[in-house]
């Protein structure tokens, strides 16, 4: 129970910030996707999620005038969703759409009571879009709508009407907190509605317009929008020009003059550190990817993972063109894997920015690895040990050991810029038959002094070699935190073996003699006169019946010759054969079916025959 409360205020202890925002890479792909739908020749609905898409952006669409040209023709139509298009085209590029007889009552009749909040949704902004006002009397339609069809895009779609209505919305401002209790929550670090991206954007935004247009707070905790916000982002991968307006128009709800502005505080710099890139970098962005302002970012720690331990408190980032800048290295960390707890606060108190402090971010410590005391060892049995230091990278030739010798290499593997012993996770030594290439590899292990070491018995070893000859051996070093993985040929010497070497592997594969299987021989069978024997014996109880019906005088003249004895007891007959068949070919089923047929006939026939014999007996 101890152990459950000290993770549980882990958890509530640790900040929940925007796990990432919108790179200039994001924003150059989502560009290039909604460009793709600006043509003047195009549907107008793409169209308008090209301009309006790109508008959010900062950047504008191609040949505006025939564009213009393009939503100007629309401007008669009597669907209320192509008016929307054509008439938020024209709004985005300032040259607002002029509309026909036909589409003003499209307007007003989708405007009117009865109207979907879809309907009054595009209604009403094309009525904005064009320059007119939407009256306090489409209120009286929206609470019909809304109280007809209460889902959450019905709900989202309210708040955006109720934002342009001229009156009091105090009403349908109220079913904010409502529909932002029905968020799903996702790992404990996302939040989204039900219908996924299109309908959190449409929720989101027209909960911020209406909470602006009412001019009060807007329903939502601090780690409520952090948490919308980390949703938003992860969906930046669209591939649609309509899923793109979506996400830009929700991340802008959430950016600028938004109630909360969710703060990402990301690395901006590689996540591996070393002597060559010293310097941790943090970059304090808001989910459009631009620069909050001005912010005083501390490392509060800095812990590895392994052990906890802690490599420095409080510590102050410096500002730079590339973002808040902490020289790691110079603290002489071991290393390691290292989770940084990071916070960015504004120089004035801004209650709007959220998800800034208590970031943790992971950063992962390389060591340049250097060997030292390299010793290989020829220990032969007759002359004894010959020893021979190696200096790496250099390597030793002209040495030969014959079979019954063992090879013995040890080493240590040093941390260059402190000279402290470094325990690597792959250290290996790879022998290669020089002519053929083939390669035998072996797990050099360290023992508790951190000295690594290797032996071979070539008397052991020799059946997996090529046989004699000139062979390589190579020293492979290698950790996720080390910064130069080594491979170090150390030595080339002829191996003197008397063993033959194992077949060649392509061998291993060549089709082999067939092997033809012999089944055992069946039974020899009795002779035929020991089974005709045996059948009359199956026979004999009928013959047996016979006699004695003949010896007792079987009275048979009162069989009757009519129609139902006949039919009785060819049926009763037909049915035994019926068995007899099922025995030697029929399935049950079709038995049984057989058997309805004949039992039917069987038991009609039978029962007048019985009423005809007790007729007669009376």
């Known amino acids: 129970m ?25 924003k150059t792909r989502l560009k290039s ?10 549907d107008i609905t793409s169209l308008y999620h090209c301009v309006q898409g790109l508008k959010l952006l900062g950047s504008e669409a191609g040949d505006k005038a025939g564009l213009c040209k393009t939503a100007a023709s629309f401007a008669d139509d009597a669907s209320l969703e192509v008016l929307y298009a054509a008439s938020g ?12 007889a036909k589409a003003a009552e499209a307007v007003k009749s989708g405007s009117s009571d009865g109207s979907s909040s879809a309907s009054l949704y595009f209604a009403c902004n094309t009525l904005v879009n064009t320059g007119g006002k939407v009256d306090k009397a489409v209120l009286t339609a929206l609470n019909a709508a809304i109280k007809k069809d209460d889902s959450l895009r019905s709900l989202g779609l309210a708040f955006h009407v109720a934002s342009m209505v001229t009156g009091d919305v105090n009403k349908i401002y109220e079913r904010i907190e409502d529909v932002v209790a029905q968020a799903d929550e996702v790992d404990g670090k996302l939040l989204q509605f039900e219908g996924g991206l299109s309908v959190t954007s449409i929720v989101l935004t027209g909960a911020a317009n209406l909470a602006a247009k009412a001019k009060k707070q807007l329903q939502i905790t601090p780690e409520q929008a952090v948490k919308f916000a980390n949703y938003l982002v992860s969906r930046k991968s669209v591939q649609q020009a309509k899923g793109a307006l979506q996400l830009l128009e929700g991340i802008v709800s959430m950016t600028g003059s938004a109630q909360f502005t969710p ?5 901006a710099s590689p996540l591996a550190i070393s002597t060559a890139n010293p310097n941790v970098v943090i970059s304090v962005l808001d989910l459009k990817g631009d620069v909050v302002g ?28 590339d973002g808040y800048t902490l020289d790691l290295m110079s603290l002489n960390p071991e290393a390691g894997f290292y989770e940084l707890t990071v916070s960015a606060k504004p120089a004035k108190a801004d209650p709007k920015l959220v998800g800034n402090t208590a970031v943790k971010l992971n950063v992962k410590v390389l060591a340049e690895q250097k060997i030292s005391n390299a010793v290989l060892k020829v220990i032969d049995s007759d002359s004894g040990t010959k020893t021979n230091k190696l200096t790496y990278p250099q390597t030793s030739h002209g ?3 014959r079979q019954k010798d063992r090879l013995a290499l040890t ?10 012993p470094l325990t690597v996770h792959q250290a290996f030594v790879k022998v290669t038959h020089v002519e053929s290439g083939a390669e035998i590899i072996y797990v050099a292990e360290a023992d508790m002094n951190d000295v690594y070491n290797f032996e071979m018995d070539l008397d052991t070893e020799a059946e997996l070699l090529k046989g004699s000859g000139k062979y390589s051996f190579s020293l492979m070093l290698g950790d996720a935190v080390v910064s130069n993985p080594i491979t170090w040929v150390f030595t080339e010497m002829n191996l003197e073996l008397t063993t033959p070497p194992l077949a060649d592997a392509a061998k291993l594969f060549q089709p082999k003699a067939e092997i033809k299987h012999l089944f055992r021989e069946p039974e020899a069978r009795p002779p035929q006169v020991v089974s005709t024997v045996f059948t009359l014996l199956c026979l004999s109880p009928i013959l047996v019946l016979l006699i004695l019906w003949i010896k007792l005088g079987a009275n048979i003249s009162n069989f009757s010759c009519s129609l139902s004895a006949i039919g009785f007891h060819a049926g009763l007959g037909a049915i035994f054969a019926l068995y007899v068949l099922f025995w030697l070919e ?27 014999i007790a007729k007669k007996t009376k």
Do not use: W
Not at 89 to 100: D, E, R, W
Not at 263 to 267: E, G, P
């Open 399 to 401: 040495q030969s050991i």
């Open 89 to 100: 085209v024209g709004a985005a590029l300032s040259c607002p759409i002029k509309l026909g």
């Open 33 to 42: 996707l909604l460009e793709q739908s600006c043509t003047a020749d195009g």
């Open 294 to 321: 001005d912010m005083k970012v501390t490392v509060d720690s800095a812990s590895s993972t392994v052990d906890d331990s802690s490599l420095i408190t409080g510590k102050e980032m410096t500002k730079t063109a």
């Open 2 to 26: 101890r152990i459950l409360c000290i993770l549980l205020l882990g958890v509530l202890c640790s900040g929940l910030s925007p796990t990432n925002h919108l790179t200039q890479q994001d």
């Open 411 to 420: 080493f240590s593997v040093l941390s260059a810029a402190n000279s402290q």
């Open 263 to 267: 703060v990402s505080v990301s690395l």
């Open 586 to 612: 029929l399935n049950m089923f079709e038995t049984v079916r057989y058997l309805a047929i004949l039992g039917l006939a069987t038991f009609i026939s039978g029962n007048y025959l019985l009423a005809g």
